[in-house]
Structures are given as structure tokens and as C-alpha cells.
């Protein structure tokens, strides 16, 4: 992708990655000129569609959030709380059956998922937050940038949380299928 950008620079062309940053360009000036003058849309036409799609963008993305919310509260972090206690219960067990049996493969895995359980609840708070800093803002451009700036990096990040979870966590405590049963179930 890096290669695309470089050469659109060397060309002079805009790189708008995100529907935020291509949207107003959409009521620039030469823009509104162009349409106008071949008499396509008027202004409050284009203005119009250009504040209706930043809505459907901005509701698309907080449709998207509030159910990665959902499922890491609900689904995913329950799971993990879960298979930590197993992990827990396997090493009490080992622990009051023999003193000499070690639990040190246990003891590191409930390790790792905790630690990676308790980031993935840093994470959940981080993008509820962004989520309510976003409806507070009236200004629809404002909202879509902080979509793209603060909501969809919240999002990226729990993301690889749930991911890494994913890969610890045994199958059976998952609440969804897996990559592997996915790719190898067709």
C-alpha cells in the first residue's frame, strides 16, 4: 500500500484513506463549482449528501462499536474469566494431589490470560469512552473525525486483545468459532 501512496504523492494526486477525510472535499469549492455549472446538484444538494453519508458513516461505526462492546463484555471476556478459573482449579488440584507435581504450565498460562484479560477491560473502557465522547459532538464533520481519529483506533486495539485471547483460550471456553474451525469446516 505504500507503494500506491508514494506514487500518488509523486503524481500529486490526494491520498484520502477514510470516508472523514474524502467526504468534505466533496463541498470544496471547485467542486460545488463543477456541479453547479453543469447544473447536477445544487449546492444545498451536495451539502446535503455530504452531511447524509457522514451520518451513515458515523452510524455504521457506532453500529459496528457498540457491538464489538457487546461481544468483548458479554462473550469474550466471560470466556476468559472462565478459562482461568479452569486453569486455577487444574493447578489447586494438582497442588492438594502431590506437592512435587508442577504447576508452572498452568501458573504461566493463567498468567498471560489474565494479563491479557485485564487489558482487553482497559481496552472495553477506552472505546466506551471514545463511543460517548463521539455523541456528544453535534457537528457531524467533528463526530466523523473522531469516529476516524479516537473510535476506530479504540476499536483496532480491543480487537487484537480479543485476537490474542482467541489464541490462548482453549476451544472449548471460545464463544465463537475459531479461525481453524472456520477455515478447515468447509
Given at each position: 500500500a505504500d507503494a500506491w501512496v508514494q506514487e500518488a504523492e509523486k503524481r500529486g494526486l490526494l491520498n484520502l484513506p477514510t470516508t472523514a477525510d474524502a467526504l468534505p472535499l466533496f463541498v470544496a469549492q471547485k467542486n460545488v463549482e463543477l456541479f453547479t455549472?453543469?447544473?447536477?446538484?445544487?449546492?444545498t444538494e451536495l451539502r446535503s449528501r455530504c452531511e447524509i453519508q457522514l451520518e451513515n458513516y458515523c452510524t455504521t461505526l457506532h453500529i459496528e462499536a457498540v457491538t464489538m462492546?457487546?461481544?468483548a463484555q458479554k462473550d469474550i471476556l466471560p470466556a476468559a474469566m472462565?478459562?482461568?478459573g479452569w486453569l486455577a482449579g487444574?493447578?489447586?488440584n494438582k497442588r492438594s494431589f502431590c506437592t512435587l507435581v508442577s504447576t508452572a504450565n498452568e501458573e504461566a498460562l493463567l498468567e498471560k490470560a489474565a494479563c491479557i484479560a485485564d487489558k482487553l477491560s482497559?481496552?472495553?473502557?477506552?472505546l466506551s469512552l471514545a463511543l460517548g465522547e463521539a455523541d456528544a459532538l453535534a457537528d457531524i464533520q467533528e463526530r466523523a473525525d473522531h469516529y476516524r481519529d479516537a473510535v476506530i483506533p479504540a476499536m483496532d486495539t480491543l480487537r487484537a486483545r480479543a485476537d490474542a485471547l482467541e489464541l490462548l483460550v482453549?476451544?472449548?471456553?471460545?464463544p465463537y468459532p475459531v479461525y481453524g474451525d472456520i477455515l478447515y469446516s468447509v
Open positions: 455549472r453543469h447544473k447536477v446538484l445544487t449546492e462492546l457487546d461481544m472462565d478459562y482461568q487444574i493447578a489447586n482497559t481496552e472495553i473502557e477506552n482453549a476451544n472449548r471456553f471460545w
